[in-house]
């Protein structure tokens, strides 16, 4: 610990790290970083490939395909961000509040909770967002509830091996109730696993929310999303690879980023290889 | 049994502290339950030091945590308990919650498994304050701070901030105590607290103990296996065997006469260096006597 960085340990968590930075920059500064508006047509210029102007090309309607990548990337963090939050927060407290009461609670709880489990994830979110409505906000609602039943099992499990620590038995002796031993003594002991899992959601949600799209239930044209472009190039694969290249190679260096940055975590969080 | 005074200083019109009558603990197995306590009665007066002294599994703990009432949800509970007149065992859970760590507070073995890993000392020592009397943060802080250095923890202010596994294991203990000392509890039950400590730090621990008796006159109800512990640290002492209180009295006359067989053994089991050769008595020789 003295000798400063430990670079082996930390090389995942700055590559993901990187990746995930460049990402989210681009997310956030999508109107200074990106050359045109997404949305401005030139039909001079429609399917034209990468040239001095428009580096990765236009597409069929003559829209900057680098400029709409990267407003894509806005909508890409902005449902992950919001359908991960409600998947941990919601999956947290059904998994903490099973595991500590247990008995009826938790028997409850997790069935409901395995009977969401067991519908494959997009399936899921397409029957959630048929019956929510197609807009951005409910696609972001549908990707959480995915994510609760994964969430929920992964703070039971962390809270019950916390539970048989005597330190929770110490916070009932100086007179704490229930809920305040749940979220002062128990959740900054399982937050660290919590977070690990919230990373690779996030990787998880980017490209659930982008098979919405490409389904046509997420983000509705004009505006971009991955999942539109890429659906959208589909038909142009061979006059113009550029519209599907694009959207493709940013969710999958999207993807990597937060998958590198999730193992990254746990390997730092991980216990059994401290120094 | 007129050789040595037996005679335990009675104040009249004064209430206990601490009074257990006839409690029974038990704990249902398949078919039949097992009964761990068995009618015991004792009392803690205000200032004073009581051991309670066993081997394990003679119910001492349990003793102890029914005072809390902390026992598992399980288990049948019979008798009466009060702390300072009030009846514990007819309270609801609050108030039964509100009582806990603040006129009751309680003191584990194991002080390194009892702090919280994930927060800083000041944090926790600060934990009952905040709990029971709504002090701001703030003050609960300095408070806390007072605490680690009235229970002998030097730096408090730097010791504060930092985390259980940057103490040693005697400082955790104080840390420990501090946090039940924190809105001076009328009892104190301290459950084999020196137990996990070294000799030279179980020393200190006692002393400060027996300060904090002194300077705050709380009561401190002691239990541990360790004789030596009790010699040094007891006003009155009981004598636990199979769930049952065999015998009490004061230290000097448990040392001295003791009146039941299984005190004169736990007596004679004790190590001494002035019989080197002295060979602890087995189980059977108990049989004979």
């Known amino acids: 610990m003295t000798a400063g960085l430990n670079w082996p340990r930390y090389r995942l968590v700055f590559l993901g790290g990187a990746l995930v930075t460049l990402v989210l920059l681009a997310a ?34 003559g829209r900057d395909v680098l400029s709409r990548a990267i407003f894509a990337a806005r909508v890409s963090m902005e449902v992950a961000f919001v359908a991960v939050s409600v998947g941990l927060v919601g999956g947290t407290l059904v998994g903490l509040v099973a595991a500590y009461f247990g008995g009826w609670a938790d028997l409850v709880l997790m069935r409901a909770m395995e009977v969401l489990f067991s519908f494959p994830a997009i399936l899921l979110a397409v029957v959630l967002m048929a019956s929510l409505g ?40 100086i007179g704490m109730s229930d809920a305040r031993i749940i979220f002062r003594e128990i959740l900054p002991n399982i937050v660290s696993t919590l977070i690990v899992e919230a990373a690779v959601a996030f990787a998880y949600a980017v490209l659930l929310e982008s098979a919405l799209s490409f389904l046509g239930l997420g983000a509705q044209p004009p505006d971009p999303s991955w999942g539109n472009m890429l659906n959208t190039g589909r038909g142009f694969l061979a006059q113009a690879p550029w519209l599907s290249l694009v959207p493709g190679m940013a969710m999958f260096l999207c993807v990597l980023g937060f998958n590198l940055l999730g193992d990254g975590l746990r390997d730092i969080f991980d216990p059994h290889l401290r120094d | 049994m007129t050789d040595v005074s037996d005679a335990r200083p009675h104040r009249a019109g004064e209430t206990p502290t601490l009074a257990i009558r006839d409690l029974v603990v038990e ?55 009060a702390l300072g007149g009030r009846p514990l065992l007819d309270l609801d859970d609050r108030s039964m919650r509100q009582l806990r760590g ?15 890993p994930t927060l800083r000392v000041g944090m926790q ?22 605490l680690l250095g009235s229970v002998g923890i030097r730096e408090p202010q730097t010791r504060m901030r930092q985390y ?16 039940g000392l924190a809105l001076e509890p009328e009892l104190l039950i301290a459950d084999e607290p020196t137990t996990a400590l070294d000799v030279t730090v179980q020393a200190q621990v006692l002393r400060l103990l027996k300060a904090i008796r002194d300077d705050k006159n709380t009561a401190i109800l002691f239990i541990t296996h360790d004789l030596g512990v009790v010699a040094e640290l007891c006003d009155w002492v009981y004598v636990m065997h199979r769930g049952r209180i065999v015998e009490d009295g004061s230290i000097r006359r448990i040392f001295t006469a003791p009146r039941d067989d299984y005190t004169r053994m736990l007596l004679a089991a004790t190590p001494s260096l002035s019989h080197a050769a002295n060979v602890p008595p087995s189980l059977a020789a108990e049989v004979h006597t």
């Open chain 2, 164 to 179: 259980p596994h940057e103490f040693s294991g005697g400082m955790q203990q104080r840390a420990m105590i501090a946090m």
């Open chain 1, 28 to 61: 956030i500064f999508a109107n200074w970083v990106a050359p045109y508006s997404p949305l401005d047509l030139d039909v001079v210029q429609m399917l034209q490939g990468p040239s001095h102007d428009h580096w990765l090309g236009t597409d069929e309607l």
């Open chain 2, 27 to 81: 704990f249902p197995k398949r078919h039949e339950s097992v009964r761990v306590v068995d009618r015991i009665s004792l009392d803690v007066w205000p200032c004073e030091i009581v051991g309670i002294i066993g081997e394990s599994g003679s119910g001492k703990t349990v003793t102890a945590l029914s005072a809390l009432r902390m026992l598992p949800k399980r288990s049948r509970i019979f008798g009466s308990i």
């Open chain 1, 134 to 173: 197609t807009n951005v906000l409910n696609a972001m609602i549908a990707i959480g509830i995915v994510f609760i039943p994964g969430f929920s099992r992964l703070a039971r499990a962390s809270t019950q091996a916390v539970l048989r620590q005597s330190y929770v038995e110490a916070a009932r002796t």
């Open chain 2, 125 to 146: 020592v600060g934990e009952p304050l905040t709990l029971h009397k709504h002090t701001p943060w703030r003050r609960a802080l300095d408070k806390a701070t007072d």
């Open chain 2, 102 to 116: 603040d006129r009751l507070a309680f003191i584990p073995q194991d002080a390194m498994r009892a702090l919280n």
